[in-house]
């Protein structure tokens, strides 16, 4: 009934993925067995679905499972699956001639690129069956096929033909004996097994099994057992009811491997039209293996419990970079490459799932915990920052998610020691929310607005202190407005980009056309100021010609002298020299000088220079008035040493008028 062995060619596709898989692939040599395993898997899947509708394929043999065992003295490795198994024909077709639309697109790719890229596209094909041969001399498959009544035998040393014939196996499913090579010795060990087992296919949904051998009794010979090396269930796939925060936080290590605690985590399943279950964290803080470059790990992604990339971009928005976890998806193939998740649209409604979850993982952990929330921004804020600056679709979202400084939540550098940090600065209206916190978020500045208040006013510089003791907030102080404080060079970028807030215009404060509501009293007395000072700030223009594009009068100046604001379009300080220190060229930048018409020195150099019109005296206080201006800007002086040689001349003179009075 049987027919007797025949040697048969292998197509010459197989011969050409055959010497690939051999000869370019052996640094990754282990990816056999997540094959083998993979494979046995699918083939158990057949089985269970075919049973449900014809049971008795699974009469005397229940039992789904993987087995792996070596034999160190016959130098063989072999797995079992009672799985669906193969006739003859299948083995015939399956594994002599490509049919699995993997290894042809891999030769095509192969074919564009040359042998040398092959290392980095096994990963992303699969070799399936042939990957076998990376450990392998010669490959003996044996199968009876569910139901069936015959079993058969294949057999290659992977050159270029196959062996078949009949075989006396008796279970059902397939035996893969793996001649070992030299090189794939190492797999004879145990440890080895679990090794690869536990990274590549610890998730699958089968028991995988390894004899290992027992000690028993004093005396007693070494005992056979099957032990199972894997997962017993994805915990992704498991009811959340039935997971403890324990397992959640264990898994966390495993897939973050920089180590850490997870700060929260959103475990869901997405059905419909797309079905995948995702199990995504954030980590609470930033783990060892992280950089800021764009190349760093993203989701796993598995296929039916299958691990098939590490670090899959992908799958989420490219500010979510951060977050760690899993995706499994039903739906793709297991040879699914890059390329083919780019454009797929399946991967795209993916990506859109995990994306909004992640935004709700982010909004509600902000929410039930703003303190660790906080911790959590300070770590991973640029790339939420990044995400309201770059991604059209969820920059509303994202920047209810950005925290910030502001002249609310932080002292300014002169002030008195004992001062509430927390307090507002301007607690006369007494319906100041308490702050308790020195975040605020835009949602926040927005419900505690004042009256009068349409904008959302800014200062971006180097330190929250100092920028909040800046003379551009003066007037805005004395308002009860609060100011952000926006101390990351990246935060000025956003506000460019993001520009409006529930409405409301983001305006820096910095900006010569800061336009404030003024009662008209304030708006007679600016005019009457105006005419009062024209001389000087004639006279300034006249002598800080080249220096400064014009001299005005101050609106925002409450306490200091002058101050230096920017014109339209001009670039704020710090930017223009983070530019420059990145060698960029940076045409040199014209300010705005603004003159504070009550304070005491303007008035008296007004004075002075009635009397002695344009002398050098008053050129002198002028340009040192305009030097500090910069500096307190954040400006770099064009000449540091002749501001020094002036401040000394004043200070010589103030000191010699101390003395004689
Ligand atoms: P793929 O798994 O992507 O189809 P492989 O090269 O891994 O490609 O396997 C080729 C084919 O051989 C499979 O599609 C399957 O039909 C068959 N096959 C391989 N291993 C087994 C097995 N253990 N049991 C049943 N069929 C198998
Ligand atoms: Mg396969």
Known sequence: MSSPQEVLPFQAEVSQVLRLVVHSLYSQREVFLRELVSNASDALDKLRFRAITEPALLHGDERLSIRISADETANTLTLTDSGIGMSREELVKNLGTVAHSGSKALLEELKKRGDGSA???????????????????????????????????????????????????????????????????????????????????????????????????????????????????????????????????????????????????????????????????????????????????????????????????????????????????????????????????????????????????????????????????????????????????????????????????????DAPVDAPVDAPLDATSGDAAPVPSDWVSLVEYVTRMREGQSDIYYLAGDKASAVSSSPHLESLKKRGFEVLLLTDPVDAFVFESLRQFEGKDLVSALHADLELETSDDEKKAHEEAETSVKPLLDRASEFLKGKVEAVLVSQRLTDSPACLVLGEGGLPAHLERMLREAGQPVPPQKRILEINPSHVLVKALLALDAKEPGSDRVREFIEVLHDQAALQHGATLEDPNLFAKRVTNLLTMAAESALAG
């Open 119 to 413: 290392p980095s596209l096994i990963g992303q094909f699969g070799v399936g069956f042939y990957s076998a041969y990376l450990v392998s001399t010669k490959v003996v498959v044996t199968s009876r096929e569910a139901g069936g009544t015959e079993a058969f035998t294949w057999t290659s040393d992977g050159e270029s033909s196959f062996t078949i014939e009949p075989s006396d196996y008796a279970p059902r499913g397939t035996q893969i004996v793996l001649h070992l090579s030299e090189a794939g010795k190492e797999f004879l060990a145990g440890w080895r097994i679990r090794e690869v087992v536990r990274r590549a296919s610890n998730y699958i949904g089968y028991p995988i099994e390894l004899e290992t051998e027992k000690r028993g009794e004093e005396g007693a010979p070494l005992e056979k057992v099957w032990e199972r090396i894997n997962e017993a269930k994805a915990l992704w796939q498991r009811p959340k009811s039935e997971i403890t925060s324990e397992e959640y936080e264990g898994f966390y290590r495993e897939v973050a491997t920089g180590g850490g605690k997870p700060l929260a985590w959103t475990h869901f399943k997405v059905e419909g039209t797309t079905e995948f279950a995702g199990l995504l964290y954030l980590p609470e803080e930033r783990p060892f293996d992280f950089s800021f470059d764009g190349k760093q790990r993203g989701l796993k992604l598995f296929v039916k419990r299958v691990l098939i990339f590490d670090d899959c971009a992908e799958l989420g928005a490219p500010w979510a970079r951060f977050v760690r976890g899993v995706v499994d998806s039903d739906d793709l193939p297991l040879n699914v490459s890059r390329e083919l998740l780019q454009d797929s649209s399946l991967a795209r409604t993916i990506k859109k799932q995990t994306t909004k979850k992640i935004l709700e993982l982010l909004e509600e952990t902000a929410s039930l915990k703003p303190r660790e929330y906080e911790k959590f921004f300070l770590a991973f804020g640029s790339f939420l920052k990044e995400g309201s600056a770059n991604d059209f679709e969820h920059r509303e979202r994202l920047a209810k998610l950005l925290r910030f400084r502001s002249t609310f939540t932080v002292a300014p550098v």
